[in-house]
Nanobody
């Protein structure tokens, strides 16, 4: 059994910051990649950022330069520092862990950016 539990979402004003955390527990100790996706109402789930076990990261175009992903492999935890938030960043943010091509998902945490 694998669990990914997100925390850190909430309401913030435009230009503010939030830090999301995702802690993984269960039978998988080292995901090959961990990351964040988001889904706004009526839209598809999109990539925000991912980071591999080796530390390589990829960002979605809309968050480059504003968001930073990091990972603590010893704690099996991934973080997302979100700065200069915009109303269009409002969405449910989902934690993802990938292991041998299989995706595992958290239940999501809501981020709301007010204008």
């Amino acid at each position: 059994q694998v669990q990914l539990v997100e925390s850190g979402g909430g309401l913030v004003q435009t230009g503010g910051s939030l830090r999301l955390s995702c802690a993984a527990s269960g039978s998988i100790v080292g995901f090959h990649a961990m990351g964040w996706y988001r889904q706004a109402p009526g839209k598809q789930r999109d990539l925000v950022a991912t980071i591999t076990s080796g530390g390589s990261s990829i960002y979605g175009d809309s968050v480059k330069g504003r968001f930073t992903i990091s990972r603590d492999s010893a704690k099996n935890t991934v973080y997302l520092q979100m700065d200069s938030l915009k109303p269009e960043d409002t969405a449910v943010y989902y934690c993802n862990g990938r292991f041998y091509g299989l995706d595992y998902w958290g239940k999501g945490t809501l981020v709301t950016v007010s204008s």
